[in-house]
C-alpha cells in the first residue's frame, strides 16, 4: 500500500475501528486492557494497598487480646507479605492515584458498617457493633480523627510505599538483561520466561519424559560408583525398616511418617535395580561391535533410528517402571521434606530423639537431597501437586481409622495429637492448610531450584571438558607441526649437503 510506514517483522497491536480513526495516537496510548484484565488490576490494588493499611491498623490499634494464631497471622501479616511479593515479581503496574479505588473501597465499608449497625446488626460475641472502634453508639471524636488520618494520611504513604517498590524493580530489571521489555512483548523472551511457560505445558501435568536413561544414571558419578552409593542407602534404611516392623509391629503403618519412609525405601529398591540394568545393557552394548555410538544413544533415549532428536525429545520414552520411580521420588522427596518441616516445628514434642528418629525425620531428606543432586531425574514444577494428593489420602486415611475406632501406639483415640477429632481444633486446621498449600509448594520449589542448578553444573562441566579438548587437539596439532617442520627442515639440508658433494 503507498504511504504505508509499517515495518517488516514489527507486529502492531490492533484496536476497535474508533481508535484507528484517530491516526494521530499513539499505539502507546490505546487503551488495550481487557475487562479481566481491568478487575485483575483494581483487586490488585484492593489487596496490596488495602492489605498493608489492614495489616498496619490491626497492629497498631486492633490486635488487644486477640490470639496470635495461624489464622491470625495469615489474615493480617502474611496476606501483607504475599502482596508485597507479588508486586517485587509481577509486572503489574502501580499509578500514584490509584490509591483513591482503596479509598473508596474503605469508605464502601465504613457505609456497609453504619447501615448493619442501624439494621441491629451484631458481631461473634452478640455486641452491638463489628469492631469496637467502630461502635456507632459510642463513637469518640478521637476514632473519627485516627480514622481521617488512617486514611487520609496513611492510606496514600502505603500506596506511595508501594509505588516505590515498583518503580525500584523496573529500574533493577532495566539495567539487568532488559527484562522490563520482556514484559510487554511477546518478541522479547527470558531464559527464566521460556523456563516456566514449558513448566505448565498441559503434558507437564503428567509423568511424561523423553530420556528413560535420566532415571538410571548420575550427573556427576560414574554408573557404578552410583549403584554402590544407592545400595549402602537402601541397605541401611531396609534395615531401619524392619526394625521398626520387628518392635512396632502392624500399628506401625497408621503413622504418616512410616508410609513416607517405606516409599522412601521402594523408591531406592526401583532405582538401585534400573541402575543396575542401565549398567548391565551398558557393559552388553560394549560388546556388540555392529552398533555405531549413535545408534547406541538413540537406543537409550528412546529414539528410533532415523527419528530427528526434535522428534525424540518430544516423545515419551518412559515405560510404567520409570513412571513409579518418578512417583515415589516425588512423594520421597517433596513429601519427605515436608514431613521432616512438619516433624520438628510442630509434632516432636517430648520424643525420644534417638537414631530411629533422626533416620526417619531427618536422615530421610538428606538422603533425598543427595540423590537428586546426584541423579538426573527432572523435577516438574506441577508435580507437587502428587505429593499434595499422597498427604490427602493419608488425611482421609486418618478420619477412616479415627471414625472405626483406632487407636495409637499408647491406645489414645487419635493417630497425632495434632489429628484427634475429637477435639480439633481451628487453629490446627488453619497451620495444615498452610502447610499444604504454602509450606509443601516451596518445598518442592527449592528441590527445582536444586536440579536447575545440578544441571547447570553439569552443563558448566561438559563445556570445560569440551573446551580442554579442544585445547589439547589444537596442542597436538601444533607439536605435530613442529615436528612435521623440524624433520622436514633437517630432510632439506641433508639433501643439499649430498648435492654440495656431488659438484
Known sequence: MEGS???????????????????????????????EHKTLWLLHIISATGGLWVTAGYWTVLVGDDAIDANNITKHLLNSVFMLI?????CIPVRLVHWLYALLYFAVYIAFSLIYWQLGGTNIQGKPYIYKALDYNDFSPIIGGLLVVFLLVVLPLLHLFLLGLNRAQLQYFIKHANFVQSCFSNSLETTSLRMCRDEFRLKHFTLWHSDHRDFADSKFLPLPVFIVYRFIVLVYNLAWLFYNIHVFGGKLFIFLTN????????????????????????????????????ELRGMESGAEPGVSAESAREKDALRWHHKLLWLLFIISATGGLWVTAGYWSVLVGDDVVDANNITKHLLNSVFMVIDTLLSCIPIRLVHWLYAFLYFVVYIGFSLIYWAAGGTNNQGEPFIYKALDYNDFSPTIGGLMVVFLFIVLPILHLILFGLTKLRDYLDR??????????????????????RIFNKNRLTLLKKQQIGSNKTH
Not at 561438559?462 to 607439536?479: A, D, L, Q, Y
Open 259 to 294: 508410609w513416607t519412609f517405606t516409599i522412601l525405601n521402594l523408591y531406592f529398591i526401583l532405582a538401585t535395580t534400573l541402575s543396575c540394568i542401565a549398567l548391565y545393557k551398558d557393559m552388553k552394548n560394549q560388546r556388540a561391535q555392529h552398533n555405531t555410538v549413535q
Open 5 to 35: 510506514t509499517e515495518k517488516p517483522g514489527v507486529e502492531i497491536s490492533m484496536g476497535s475501528e474508533d481508535e484507528l480513526d484517530e491516526p494521530g495516537k499513539s499505539t502507546r496510548e490505546k487503551y488495550t486492557l481487557r475487562w
Open 460 to 481: 558448566r562441566r561438559n563445556n570445560f571438558e569440551i573446551c580442554m579438548r579442544e585445547k589439547t587437539n589444537v596442542s597436538v596439532t601444533h607439536g605435530c607441526q
Open 86 to 90: 507479588d508486586t517485587c515479581l509481577s
